[in-house]
Nanobody
Framework: QVQLVESGGGLVQAGGSLRVSCKASGSGFSDYAMAWFRQPPGKERELVGTIDWLGVNTWYIDSVKGRFTISRVNAKNTLYLQMNSLKPEDTAVYYC??????????????????WGQGTQVTVFS
């Protein structure tokens, strides 16, 4: 499995942009699909989007489509979440996660076994 560390969160004005990163260590990052989750204050964690291990296929929840982009650079063992046109409702702790199984593209939360510690994103109006 991979170990994950997020970075890049911060405070941003509504309408602005922010990119958060997820650095993986351990073996086989390029064999794992990846996902970004978020947990808004007082709410449950939700899946934001996914990317397959090649970086070809992505999926997003409706509320971020057209504003957020997930990408990865396997040579750098790094996953990215580019967030544009940010809204106050995007305020949350953002987590990257990897499934327990390699070469497995999933959106099912129980399938994710590796998690980062999270990075706070706060959007103010």
């Amino acid at each position: 499995q991979v170990q994950l560390v997020e970075s890049g969160g911060g405070l941003v004005q509504a309408g602005g942009s922010l990119r958060v990163s997820c650095k993986a260590s351990g073996s086989g990052f390029s064999d794992y699909a990846m996902a970004w989750f978020r947990q808004p204050p007082g709410k449950e964690r939700e899946l934001v989007g996914t990317i397959d291990w090649l970086g070809v296929n992505t999926w997003y929840i409706d509320s971020v489509k057209g504003r957020f982009t997930i990408s990865r650079v396997n040579a750098k063992n790094t996953l990215y979440l580019q967030m544009n046109s940010l809204k106050p409702e995007d305020t949350a702790v953002y987590y990257c996660a990897a499934p327990t199984m390699s070469l497995y593209y999933t959106k099912q939360v129980p399938d994710f076994g590796s998690w980062g510690q999270g990075t706070q994103v706060t959007v103010f109006s």
